[in-house]
């Protein structure tokens, strides 16, 4: 015959079931706010991949992936940055438009990019979030082909939107390239 609980044995169950439900169902939004932070990212990078069937820059959905206030600098692996040279705005790219115009520019040289992300790790605090990883850039310009390995850094904010890239670190870990174009690029002083 089953035995019969107390009353106060009753409460004390329900709570642990309570908290198991409340631990489960933060457990489950942390997993949906990280694949939709990965979704997000993915359509950054397919918004300034460019030359696949005409594909260009999408600048009206990068408009969708950023914040207004979006912070970006890419630069070497050596760079040192301080908080006050990126508090002052001193390098990098501060705000939407900016930012933008930015990678307007710096992409307009590629006939072709494609980008992959490796190794992502992403770390959910409530409304924000951070990201690391590596990132592997394949571009064709002029000059041929090119193969840039980056390591990165972005920091998310859910808004009323869903989430969105507030700030994005790009440091240039290496680059590779066919031995023909490292040996002509030597042969005039362009760095590899």
């Known amino acids: 015959m089953p035995s019969i609980l107390s009353i106060g044995e009753l409460q004390h169950q329900i709570e642990e079931l309570r908290a198991q439900s409340e631990s489960l169902a933060l457990r489950v939004r942390t997993l949906e706010d990280i694949e939709a932070i990965r979704a997000l990212h993915a359509r950054y990078h397919d918004y300034v991949d460019k030359g696949s069937g005409g594909k260009v ?50 992409t307009s040289v590629w006939e072709m ?3 992959s992300m490796l190794n992502e790790e992403i770390t ?58 490292v040996s002509s690029r030597v042969e005039t002083g362009l760095s590899t």
């Not at 914040?67 to 692996?77: H, M, N």
């Not at 409530?126 to 082909?145: F, K, Y």
């Open 57 to 106: 820059l999408n600048s009206v959905g990068l408009r969708e992936v950023f914040t207004d206030d979006v912070f970006f600098y890419w630069g070497a692996e050596r760079d040192v940055l301080t908080q006050d040279q990126l508090e002052a705005g001193m390098i990098g790219h501060r705000g939407l438009e900016n930012v933008i115009a930015m990678l307007e520019a710096s």
């Open 113 to 115: 990019a494609v980008h």
């Open 124 to 181: 959910v605090a409530g409304d924000t979030a951070l990201g690391t990883r590596s990132d592997w850039v394949a571009t064709r310009t002029t000059d041929g082909p090119n193969l840039w390995f980056l390591k990165g850094s972005s920091t998310y904010i859910r808004t009323p939107q869903g989430w969105r890239i507030q700030r994005v670190e790009l440091h240039y870990a290496g680059k590779l390239l066919p031995e023909a174009h």
